[in-house]
């Protein structure tokens, strides 16, 4: 059974999934009985369904309706509907009893408790005699599972409990009160579960192409190096450790390494990556929301004059971070070649794949923020739109012309990016780390970074992470663990106004002004119901900082 179709499959419980699959017995049962672990756990095809369920937490394109890129100095959600969404990180309005992502802590911990059940069964999980390495891979996808899971929640609220066994709230009603253990301490049981991962999964699935989208050797080693790099970084290593950055340079250069062997290779063409179903350089995804209806990418993202609902709108200031393709220099170089009367010419290609901006032609006709393309009532709008993960192709009219697509969770070029930035503070620019960075700019067609000191390589890998993966959910929080977000994220954004006809006039009005609290916005707030259960109980499960 093709694992896509297991991912999208909603479900109420892993268990119940099992019972439709098991014999006809299991279904002559009464409705109120339940199928037991045993019953699950004996039968092999009955434990990889399992196993599938554990699947359907991984993150999408939008947070219950909103991208990621909106709470962050990439995009503005045109529309705030509510205290949950992206408005409540840019205004600061947050609190513990309400706030956007509070809904994973629960989602987070439900899949980690699914992978330890799977654990504490997995004897009793037989051999598969046709596939051989079918048992132990189960085992390492969901070790790889487990260890996703907990770095999502580390890098979210920092310390969090770390549960590794089954827990039962009948068996022991005070004992699940558990503290939260350091940063360290998960991490660490992330990268062993990593470890063990990558000796049990074949590097990739090229021979059994049904199994697209299980996690792999390759991926296994990709969250190892992002989980290191993760904790060599300013938030979470305030003192510098260097040792830190030499390990995350070393396992990021493993996981690369790995990638081209396997043949995950640079795409030759930036705008495919996001619309082609399979190609070269993605390494892990599942299946994205389809094109129409709420919640559809093309309908929220397209322009209004496309029958989009043109509700995420890229901003003044990532439009200005794009490079001039000819020269590789800001625009606010003087050499670059800028000119402000046409500030849309002669851009880093990757703009163009990524931002529709007014007057290019999208679906047959040019785009005008002043006409039909001009936003609903109440919509603040930045006279953008994106053009990442957009078919030019699907009429929002007809309803037709989609296709499927990927929301992408690891692709080679972020190995490049993050081999190039841990290897930078481990050692200095070298070779190695000019050769990384300029992987990713010679495959868009921009002048090579020549030279430079650490301190002014780092800020142009980070420049370059800001373009290449704009609108990937990777700003967010490469601001956090840089700590830089109380500049990006603390400031007035703009969008473009423009009049005139012929020789236009260009104007960069307020959208917003974002706000960011550094005493404690690096951090979620635990949720005020996980708070209630342990008040009184457990002295050691504290508040983050500042909520």
């Not at 606010?332 to 290019?360: H, V």
Request: proline share 7%.
């Amino acid at each position: 059974m093709k694992l896509t179709v297991n991912i999208r499959t909603g479900i109420l419980s892993a268990l119940i999934l099992c019972i439709c699959a098991c014999k006809k017995n299991y279904l002559d049962r009464k409705p109120s009985d339940l199928i037991t672990e045993e019953e699950v756990f004996k039968n092999i095809e009955n434990a990889e369904r399992f196993v599938n369920t554990t699947y359907q937490s991984l993150p999408n394109i939008f947070q219950t309706g909103w991208p990621l890129s909106s709470a962050t100095d990439e995009t503005n959600q045109s529309i705030d509907n509510s205290s949950a969404d992206a408005g409540s990180f840019n205004t600061g309005s947050m609190s513990p009893s309400n706030f956007p992502l509070s809904w994973q802590w629960d989602e987070y911990y439900g899949k980690i408790r699914a992978c330890n059940i799977f654990l504490k069964n997995y004897d009793k999980v037989p051999n598969d005699p046709n596939y051989p390495d079918r048992r132990s891979r189960l085992k390492g996808e969901i070790l790889v599972l487990r260890a996703f899971y907990y770095f999502q929640l580390v890098v979210r609220w920092g310390e969090v409990p770390l549960l590794q066994q089954v827990e039962n709230p009948f068996d022991n009603p005070e004992g699940i009160y558990f503290k939260r253990n350091s940063i360290a301490d998960v991490l660490g049981a992330v990268i062993k579960d990593l470890d063990e991962a990558a000796s049990l999964l074949p590097p990739s699935y090229a021979e059994r192409p049904g199994n697209w989208g299980r996690a792999s050797r390759v991926i296994a080693l990709s969250l190892k190096g992002r989980a290191l790099l993760y904790f060599a970084s300013p938030l979470y290593n305030p003192a510098n450790d260097q040792n830190r950055w030499t390990q995350a340079a070393n396992a990021c250069k493993a996981a690369l390494d790995s990638a081209l062997t396997n043949g995950y290779t640079l795409n030759d063409n930036y705008g495919e990556i996001f619309t082609q179903y399979f190609n070269k350089e993605v390494i892990w995804s599942r299946p994205a929301p389809g094109a129409f209806g709420d919640g559809g990418i093309d309908r929220e993202m397209n322009p209004r004059g496309a029958n989009g609902y043109g509700n995420v709108n890229p901003i003044q200031e990532l439009v200005d971070d794009y490079e001039m393709k000819n020269t590789g220099l800001p625009i606010t170089d003087p050499a670059s070649g800028y000119n402000p009367q046409r500030p849309y010419e002669g851009r880093d290609p990757r703009f163009y794949a990524t931002i529709l901006y007014p007057g290019c032609i999208w679906k047959g006709r040019p785009l005008n923020p002043n006409s039909d393309d001009a936003p609903r009532p109440g919509q603040n709008a930045t006279g953008y739109w994106p053009r990442k993960y957009l078919l030019e192709g699907v009429n929002l009219f007809s309803s037709t012309g989609a296709t499927d697509r990927k929301w992408v969770l690891i692709r080679t070029a972020e190995l490049y990016l993050n081999y190039a930035e841990a290897q930078n503070e481990a050692v200095g620019p070298g070779a190695d780390v000019l050769g990384a960075l300029n992987a990713i700019r010679g495959r868009a067609g921009i002048p090579a970074v020549n030279s430079g000191t650490k301190a002014s390589i780092r800020e142009r890998i980070r420049h370059e992470r800001r373009i290449e993966l704009a609108l990937e959910a990777h700003r967010f929080w490469d601001v956090r663990r840089w700590k830089i977000a109380e500049v990006t994220d603390n400031r007035e954004i703009h969008g473009v106004t423009i009049t005139g006809s012929g020789n236009v006039t260009y104007s960069y009005p307020v959208v917003e002004k974002r706000v960011f609290d550094p005493k404690r916005a690096y951090w979620l707030p635990v949720p005020q119901a996980e708070m209630d259960k342990v008040s009184g109980r457990n002295p050691e499960f504290v508040q983050n900082p500042g909520w």
